[in-house]
Antibody, heavy 120, light 107 residues
């Protein structure tokens, strides 16, 4: 059974860097793509970006200048860094396995999510 | 970016009803659309991929249809555990985008 678990600070100050880790169990991160998705309170999800085990990444252009996603296959973990955060970055952050098939890409499963609040 | 529009944002229904949840893409996306269910406080759960492929373990009362720009998620014979928010997601082009969701609540 594939499981994902996000971890990291729940409170980040404005202008600082948000850092989260996702630990994967039940499957090797040396397979599949892996994504970060966030969901502001009361809104729909927003895709942040994804990474393949080779380190190849794709980012949402709206966040690309501030985002870094990395992977450590030896620890079966992926990481997210988002710099220069503002209150608009307050959201629940999820990691998710990303499955590509015939040009389609979907997210399954998702981690339980972690709420990150940006506030001084 | 491709915009995914879900309207209405909420609807009320009763147990046993058949519910249709629409999703419209701002441009043609073929069948590169997926549907998720989210219960409050939980992560989204994949229901349907590629417009109409039901995921393993998902009850057969869920079905998806459509191609191009207009898509529908249908729930036949609504059950108490189906009261949730439903999101569509396109993967035709980067960035992958989601709709704003349709919340199904109890009439």
């Amino acid at each position: 059974q594939v499981q994902l678990q996000e971890s990291g600070p729940g409170l980040v100050k404005p202008s600082e860097t948000l850092s989260l880790t996702c630990t994967v169990s039940g499957v090797s991160t040396s397979s599949y793509y892996w994504s970060w998705v966030r969901q502001p309170p009361g809104k729909g999800p927003e895709w942040i970006g994804c990474i393949f085990y080779t380190g190849s990444t794709n980012y949402n252009p709206s966040l690309q200048s501030r985002v870094t996603i990395s992977i450590d296959t030896s620890k079966n973990q992926l990481s997210l860094k988002l710099s220069s955060v503002t209150a608009a970055d307050t959201a629940t952050y999820y990691c998710a396995r990303t499955i590509p098939a015939h040009g389609n890409n979907w997210f399954d499963p998702w981690g339980q999510g972690t709420l990150v609040t940006v506030s001084s | 970016d491709i915009q995914m529009t879900q309207s209405p944002s909420s609807l009320s229904a009763s147990v046993g009803d058949t519910v249709t949840i629409p999703c419209r893409a701002s441009q043609s996306i073929s069948t590169y659309i997926n549907w998720y269910q989210q219960i409050p406080g939980k992560a989204p759960k994949l229901l349907i991929s590629a417009a109409s492929s039901l995921q393993s373990g998902v009850p057969s009362r869920f079905s998806g249809s459509g191609s191009g720009t207009d898509f529908t998620l249908t729930i036949s014979s609504l059950q108490p555990e189906d009261f949730a928010t439903y999101y569509c997601q396109q993967s035709y082009s980067i960035p992958l985008t989601f709709g704003g969701g349709t919340k199904v609540d109890i009439k």
